[in-house]
């Protein structure tokens, strides 16, 4: 049974813009490959770090919203820990409560979250 998990990736900002989105679209292209569905996504751009993080004062953030088999999240977190090109990353299981929450922040009205 697949389960909603939101993750943000916070990425090296000082790719290009191009090689950055080669990142996410691997991502994504992943989670498709194993049978997960992207439900939402939005680019937050560069921000600055309230601290350094692997050197770096500024972070990429991305944010994706998918549904997944939990079986693969392991093999994600693996994916995301050997990419030296993220610096930081949060993934968060979202449940019934969330879900709401969701629809409304992000203006999200299809039923996929369900």
């Known amino acids: 049974m697949q389960k909603l998990y939101e993750i943000v990736f916070i990425i090296n900002s000082f790719l290009k813009e191009k090689k950055i989105f080669l990142i996410i679209k691997n991502y994504k292209k992943y989670i498709n490959k194993k049978k997960g569905n992207i439900i939402y996504e939005e680019n937050w751009g560069i921000k600055n770090l309230k ?45 019934k409560h969330h879900i709401n929450y969701i629809q409304k922040k992000y203006k999200i009205i299809n039923n996929e979250l369900l």
């Open 51 to 95: 601290y350094k993080i692997k050197k770096n004062d500024i972070g990429y953030y991305y944010l994706l919203i998918y549904k997944i088999s939990s079986k693969y999240i392991k093999k994600i977190i693996k994916k995301i820990k050997n990419d030296k090109n993220i610096i930081r990353y949060l993934i968060i299981k979202l449940d």
